[in-house]
């Protein structure tokens, strides 16, 4: 039988237009748990959602080492802008780039908040699609608190924490979440004395993570990237 013209966008060229199956990458920064044997919570439960869409490259990283941080951190922001920066099609009046989405939890979501101020660094006019951020942790991990000084080069920041957490670390000493300035948060109740690691497997949070990867590679016909900030999607497309 003859193949579909339109398997390239599995089938759906209304709503799927890339052509090369990399429209989309998910650069994944796992907490400090994530480090140890049998404990990457967001490879087990988000990547397969991020495989079952079209389109969507999903890029799984351990969270920056303390003593390795920065290093490591700059690391990570320069294959995101190499990535993100690479034309998909050789039109050089209009060309059309890769999609970059940041995802951390814990200390992991420390890591793609700096990561995010690198690239602002870098080149400040390179626009992240979206960024998820889930229960992150900065500084004390036992007291939620507000984090400071985020930088504005993306084009969607939603970021879900919790506070019932009293017996992830040891009893009497739990994890909870920080807000972080200027950026959609969200209270995720209910999670129990272990809230910091049943968020990462809360419903709320992967319906969350799915509406967004949607969300981007539904628009992909109107607004491919790089975006200029403020997100404006280039006019040729």
Not at 9 to 20: C, L
Not at 33 to 46: A, C, I, K
Not at 198 to 209: L, Y
Request: net charge positive; aromatic share 10%; with cysteine.
């Amino acid at each position: 039988s003859l193949q579909s013209l339109y398997c390239y966008v599995d089938d759906a060229p209304v709503t799927y237009v890339d052509p090369s199956g990399l429209e989309v990458h998910v650069y994944a920064y796992e907490g400090f748990g994530g480090t140890l044997p049998l404990n990457d919570l967001m490879r087990q439960e988000l990547k397969p959602i991020a495989d079952s869409i079209p389109f969507v490259t999903f890029h799984w990283r351990p969270q920056a080492a303390l003593f390795l941080g920065r290093p490591q951190k700059e690391f990570y922001a320069a294959e995101i802008l190499k990535t993100g920066k690479t034309p998909e099609n050789k039109d050089p009046n209009c060309p059309c780039y890769r999609r970059i989405v940041l995802l951390g939890y814990s200390w992991g979501g420390n890591t793609a908040f700096d990561v995010a101020r690198i690239i602002e660094r870098k080149d400040n006019t390179f626009a992240i699609d979206a960024v998820m951020t889930v229960d992150p942790v900065f500084n004390n991990p036992s007291g939620s608190g507000v984090v400071r000084g985020t930088p504005s080069n993306w084009c969607k920041w939603e970021s879900y924490y919790q506070t019932t957490d009293r017996l992830t670390l040891f009893p009497g000493f739990g994890i909870k979440g920080d807000q972080i300035d200027g950026v959609s948060n969200v209270l995720i109740p209910g999670l129990g004395t272990t809230g910091h690691v049943q968020i990462i497997r809360a419903a709320r949070i992967k319906s969350a993570f799915r509406s967004m990867l949607l969300d981007i590679t539904r628009g992909a016909g109107k607004s491919r990237r790089t975006y200029k900030l403020p997100c404006t999607p280039p006019a040729c497309l």
